[in-house]
């Protein structure tokens, strides 16, 4: 591996230890015991040439189901995964060819809203419907840099969605 890209950390109730995820330049996540300091595994096909650039994790509220792994290319897609498998769920393509900053995964409740992910590109924030990985909404940032991150709150009457400026200039 060239270069590693982005890194998060990941635990569950039913995986108390500490999961460090390393997205790489070849496409592929690395996940690694925290515990122990070991390899656990490589997710993702070799070879795919797009790196990536964010990650995050979502579990269903339903624990019949399995976690997945969202993933943000430099090609501009979207990668959802099974997160013990590593088999490609659904591709994602965003509007632009541009690297996705940042991924995020919002699950109001469970009440029976899907679930979206946000995807960032640029000044641009793409709201995906989980399930059916068609796009709900597009976002524009009123500040002049490009959006390093996102976060999606839900209050009482309506939802917030906070983008951060990269520090860089865009």
Not at 31 to 42: F, H
Request: proline letters at 6%; aromatic letters at 8%; charged letters at 20%.
């Amino acid at each position: 591996v060239e270069s590693v890209f982005t890194m998060a950390v990941y635990t569950s109730a039913d995986a108390p230890t500490p999961v460090l995820l390393v997205g790489n330049d070849d496409g592929r996540v690395e996940k690694w015991d925290l515990q122990s300091g070991t390899r656990m595994c490589m997710l993702g096909q070799e070879g795919e040439k797009m790196g990536v650039t964010s990650v995050a994790v979502f579990e269903p509220w339903d624990r019949r189901a399995a976690p997945v792994l969202i993933t943000g290319h430099e090609s501009g897609k979207v990668r959802i995964t099974d997160y013990a498998t590593g088999v490609l769920l659904r591709d994602l393509s965003s509007a632009t060819p541009d690297p996705i900053s940042s991924v995020s995964i919002f699950a109001p409740n469970r009440s029976g809203i899907s679930p979206f992910i946000i995807s960032c590109v640029g000044k641009v924030a793409t709201m995906w419907d989980f399930h059916t990985g068609r796009i709900v909404r597009t976002f524009t940032g009123a500040h002049s840099k490009a959006i390093s991150s996102s976060t999606l709150c839900r209050l009482p009457d309506a939802c917030l969605l906070y983008t951060s400026p990269s520090p860089r200039d865009s």
